[in-house]
């Protein structure tokens, strides 16, 4: 499975897709590797040991769209409805710019629209040769600290609706931070009165037809966060059997799907061509679009909860929970948290601390030796280190392996991206370091069926809601606040439980929010943590 996932991802890096970007975030206080099965590829019926259950919940229900602590209330709309105001932020590849003027020459070209306004913003954020600061999808769009009030002044301003389009690699290799940058976008953009709007990429590279895994993503994720969805994937792919398709056309085709998304309409009935269509070509193109959008409306994408990377498992309470570390200082950090919100949550915490070598805290084969006679001798819940995977002489250790020992029935192997030394201590540059230590280890974790617990992220989440919280205390060592959130994602990744904020100082508490709601919401790809089911009369529409 590795293979095959690894060839996709050759194969989907040089496309592209849109993403998009909001406004300030200062609001109020499965145990197994993606399963490529019978239902698309994310998902699997439920089994024991998984907290995948489908309560009825619809987070685009009333009442049900908050998204999270760190989202604002959302507002209704005060643009007029014959002059819709639509922003589109996007990457550089495919014209984001282009594909806004296309967009814009359809709603101009119809009658029905006084004075519409598209607007296009690209999102990329390049850095120097050999530098962690860059970024490319929209969740780090969102959230690098970098000039941030200056790139997302656009949303700022009243909208009809805010499109999100995330890069097209992204959309498909890591579902999670996909899902995330929807999930912080979208109710940022419901506070100015906008409603969101995720468009389905497209594949681009090698004739990879991954079409229908693109489609079941990104249903997932429009459905989870209470979106509408756009599918112009599926247009794109529908496209390309037509006499009339060229590849440098698929942005007008995603900008018709666009418009039938929103209006119902064709695109042909505005009798708008890009320069170089014809207005046949245009018309066929367009009807196409229409076709699949109203095909697709009725077509049950998925049927089963989602199985990623980002785990949430269940246990009862009470009784022992043993876990076991191997590390240095950090991870004995995070297992001194351990004992602490593990009896809150009404277990007896038990700790097996292997410690390592100073500068080699990693498992390997060293690590294998070292936790080879606890494992043997005890049965675990919960298996913590930062990196499975060292490389050269120092092998690579799957979570396989680690529960082959002892024969571990109910060992969640866990990997944490943990944060690089001597930065500084403020956190600013872990976040601009987030997506790139974040795709680094979910990647890891994917290859090697572990449970990946995404600190960079948690503490981002943290840091833009509270400016003023420290990433560490020493330069080395995670304060107190961060490591208590670290410790809480461990505990929801394999306990499924809710865990308790009473005693904590405000930042604390909201840092172990935070946490849960990260591991709840990134494993299910729903803002309520439940598993939303595709009920193509329950989706959100536009028109």
Not at 198 to 222: C, F, H, K, Q, S
Not at 512 to 528: K, M, P
Request: include cysteine.
């Amino acid at each position: 499975m590795r293979d095959a996932w690894a060839c996709a991802v050759t194969a989907v890096v040089l496309g592209a897709g849109v993403a998009l970007a909001c406004g300030s975030c200062h609001g109020s206080s499965g145990g197994a590797p993606l399963n490529f099965g019978s239902d698309a590829g994310f998902g699997k019926s439920p089994e024991a040991g998984h907290a995948h259950e489908d309560t009825g919940a619809r987070p685009h229900d009333a009442g049900a769209v908050s998204s999270g602590v760190d989202c604002p209330a959302a507002v209704a709309s005060t643009v007029p409805a014959d002059s819709p105001r639509i922003l589109v932020l996007g990457p550089v590849y495919p014209d984001t710019l282009t594909f806004a003027q296309y967009l814009q020459g359809i709603f101009s070209a119809d009658p029905a629209f006084k004075s519409p306004v598209v607007v296009g913003q690209t999102i990329d954020q390049p850095a120097e040769a050999g530098s962690l600061l860059q970024g490319k999808s929209l969740m780090y769009f969102f959230y690098n600290p970098s000039s941030r009030s200056t790139r997302l002044a656009q949303l700022g301003s009243p909208w009809t609706y805010v499109v999100l389009i995330d890069q097209t690699d992204v959309a498909i290799t890591y579902p999670e931070f996909y899902f995330e940058g929807v999930r912080v976008l979208s109710c940022h953009a419901r506070a100015v009165g906008a409603t969101p709007v995720v468009l389905m990429t497209w594949g681009a590279a090698y004739g990879l037809n991954d079409t229908p895994l693109r489609g079941e993503i990104a249903y997932r994720v429009a459905n989870g966060t209470g979106s509408v969805l756009s599918p112009a994937g599926f247009a794109w792919t529908a496209a390309s059997g037509d006499a009339a398709y060229d590849g440098d056309h698929a942005l007008f085709v995603a900008a018709a799907t666009l418009y039938s998304t929103l209006t119902g309409r064709s695109a042909a009935t505005t009798g708008y061509a890009p320069s170089d269509l014809s207005s046949a070509q245009a018309s066929q193109l367009a009807s196409t679009a229409l076709q699949t959008v109203n095909t697709q409306a009725t077509t049950v994408q998925y049927q089963f909860p989602y199985d990623g990377v980002v785990q949430m498992q269940t246990l009862p309470r009470g009784g022992d929970l043993w876990f076991i570390s191997y590390g240095t200082s950090s991870e004995a950090l995070w297992g001194s948290n351990m004992d602490a919100i593990l009896p809150k949550a009404g277990f007896t915490a038990e700790w097996t601390q292997v410690g390592a070598p100073e500068g080699s805290p990693f498992c390997g084969s060293a690590c294998l030796a070292a936790v080879t006679p606890d494992l043997q001798k005890q049965q675990y819940a919960l298996f913590y280190n930062r990196d499975y995977e060292p490389g050269g002489d120092a092998g690579t250790t799957d979570a396989g392996t680690l529960r082959a020992i002892g024969s571990q029935k109910q060992m969640q192997a866990q990997v944490w991206d943990r944060h690089a030394d001597d930065i500084p201590m403020d956190g600013v540059e872990a976040v601009e370091m987030m997506e790139s230590m974040s795709f680094g280890t979910y990647y890891e974790a994917r290859a090697l069926g572990l449970a990946h617990t995404p600190y960079h992220l948690m503490f981002s989440k943290l840091k833009t809601m509270v400016p003023s919280v420290q990433l560490t205390s020493d330069g080395t060592h995670a304060t107190s606040t961060v490591a208590y959130g670290q410790a809480t994602m461990s505990v929801v990744s394999r306990t499924g439980i809710h865990t308790s904020t009473s005693g904590l100082d405000s930042d604390t508490a909201l840092s172990s929010q935070l946490a849960e709601e990260t591991i709840r919401q990134l494993s299910t790809l729903s803002v309520t943590g439940a598993f939303v089911a595709d009920d193509p009369t329950a989706r959100p529409t536009a028109h």
